[in-house]
């Protein structure tokens, strides 16, 4: 990336200058490790294994490099989603599970994972592995299929897109992309023009980047605006979940143009504040909702189903069966992500 070198000459900042040039070379490590893997091939299982904790540990330090790289650059994380990317979404998991700690896993305060690389269907390019997880004093079996070949396509997309997505920031006229009066008016009156205003100025500046934060958050308040429901709790709750994400797209404005200013404070709904409440008499059950944002954690369905077994309130538990039955991942992550704010008071 002589983009990047160039941008690297002209800085003052020593530590900077380390930052960005450990971030480059780990990059490029990572660039040479995939292409080994691709230019070879093993039948010795021996070999295989250590191949596979070889280049899952290489591509989770490949996306560490990556937020270290736009942290640097930009000071926030609105020019790198990977957790948009389903594949990339699972490599920490996978990672931890196979490379990280695969033997007593610690789970919260009670959950203790296992996790075994099925050597039968093992071969250089994919891999089985099972994953025991007790909880509770109950053990479930899951069972994960692994492609390497996609995990590093996906990988090399993503550095892609961030790369030239940094590229294109660092001779940015950053006076060109205030959009604060344009989110204020969303926040005053929710609609789809009022929306578009601001998604067609983000493209008009930087392109139609979808896997930008910024435009990830205007197709959340999208969806939010096309939902509907006749129940008046579960209104409140939409009409509460779009002000966080309109003042999470000042909030990602502000830090694009590297200002600090207050933001608005949105109260909690009455089925949130109930939930709450529940939770401080109840916090046992805390631990269990930290990964219901995210459907492809391997302990979501865990988490929620224990939780729908157990939890005896009302409001929580109408909170969970709109996780459960979600026909879409947008309103997994929109409650699962308030549900993780809680913090035991």
Same mark, same amino acid.
């Given at each position: 990336?002589?983009?990047?070198?160039?941008?690297?000459?002209?800085?003052?900042?020593?530590?900077?200058?380390?930052?960005? $040039?450990?971030?480059?070379?780990?990059?490029? !490590?990572?660039?040479?490790?995939?292409?080994?893997?691709?230019?070879?091939?093993?039948?010795?299982?021996?070999?295989?294994?250590? *191949?596979?904790?070889?280049?899952? !540990?290489?591509?989770?330090?490949?996306? *560490?490099?990556?937020?270290?790289?736009?942290?640097?650059?930009?000071?926030?994380?609105?020019?790198?989603?990977?957790? !948009?990317?389903?594949?990339?979404?699972?490599?920490?998991?996978?990672?931890?599970?196979?490379? $990280?700690?695969?033997?007593?896993?610690?789970?919260?305060?009670?959950?203790?994972?296992?996790?075994?690389?099925?050597?039968?269907? %093992?071969?250089? *390019?994919?891999?089985?592995?099972?994953?025991?997880?007790?909880?509770? $004093?109950?053990?479930?079996?899951?069972?994960?299929?692994?492609?390497?070949?996609?995990?590093?396509? !996906?990988?090399?997309?993503?550095?892609?897109?961030?790369?030239?997505?940094?590229?294109?920031?660092?001779?940015?006229?950053?006076?060109?992309?205030?959009?604060?009066?344009?989110?204020?008016?969303? %926040?005053?009156?929710?609609?789809?023009?009022?929306?578009?205003?601001?998604?067609?100025?983000?493209?008009?500046?930087? $392109?139609?980047?979808?896997?930008? @934060?910024?435009?990830? @958050?205007?197709?959340?308040?999208?969806?939010?605006?096309?939902?509907?429901?006749d129940e008046k709790e579960i209104e409140e709750l939409i009409n509460y979940l779009k002000n966080i994400q309109a003042v999470k797209l000042l909030e990602i404005n502000y830090s694009m143009l590297e200002v600090k200013k207050s933001l608005p404070k949105i109260k909690n709904p009455y089925i949130i504040k109930k939930t709450f409440e529940y939770l401080n008499e109840n916090t046992k059950y805390a631990d269990y909702i930290r990964n219901l944002h995210d459907a492809n954690n391997p302990y979501f369905k865990s988490d929620l189903n224990y939780l %729908?077994?157990?939890?005896?309130?009302?409001?929580?538990?109408?909170?969970?069966?709109?996780?459960?039955?979600?026909?879409?991942?947008?309103?997994?992550?929109?409650?699962?992500?308030? %549900?993780?704010?809680?913090?035991?008071?």
């Open positions: 990336m002589k983009w990047l070198e160039d941008y690297i000459k002209k800085l003052d900042n020593k530590l900077d200058i380390i930052k960005l $040039g450990s971030t480059l070379k780990t990059l490029e !490590q990572i660039d040479k490790v995939i292409l080994y893997h691709n230019n070879h091939s093993d039948q010795l299982e021996e070999a295989i294994i250590i *191949d596979i904790f070889g280049l899952l !540990q290489s591509l989770f330090v490949g996306v *560490d490099a990556l937020y270290v790289l736009t942290l640097t650059l930009t000071k926030n994380k609105a020019y790198i989603n990977i957790n !948009q990317n389903k594949t990339l979404n699972h490599l920490k998991h996978i990672r931890n599970d196979i490379v $990280g700690h695969p033997i007593s896993r610690k789970y919260g305060d009670s959950g203790i994972g296992y996790s075994i690389i099925k050597t039968d269907s %093992l071969n250089y *390019d994919s891999f089985d592995y099972t994953t025991y997880l007790k909880t509770n $004093g109950e053990i479930s079996k899951t069972e994960t299929s692994v492609d390497l070949s996609d995990m590093k396509e !996906q990988y090399l997309k993503e550095k892609n897109i961030i790369t030239e997505r940094l590229k294109a920031y660092v001779i940015l006229d950053k006076k060109s992309i205030d959009f604060s009066d344009l989110i204020y008016a969303l %926040l005053h009156d929710f609609n789809i023009d009022n929306l578009y205003k601001i998604k067609n100025k983000f493209i008009n500046n930087f $392109g139609n980047i979808e896997t930008h @934060r910024f435009i990830w @958050r205007i197709d959340l308040i999208e969806y939010l605006l096309n939902y509907k429901t %729908l077994k157990n939890v005896d309130n009302k409001h929580f538990i109408k909170l969970l069966e709109l996780i459960n039955n979600a026909d879409n991942p947008f309103l997994i992550y929109l409650i699962g992500s308030v %549900l993780k704010k809680y913090q035991i008071r």
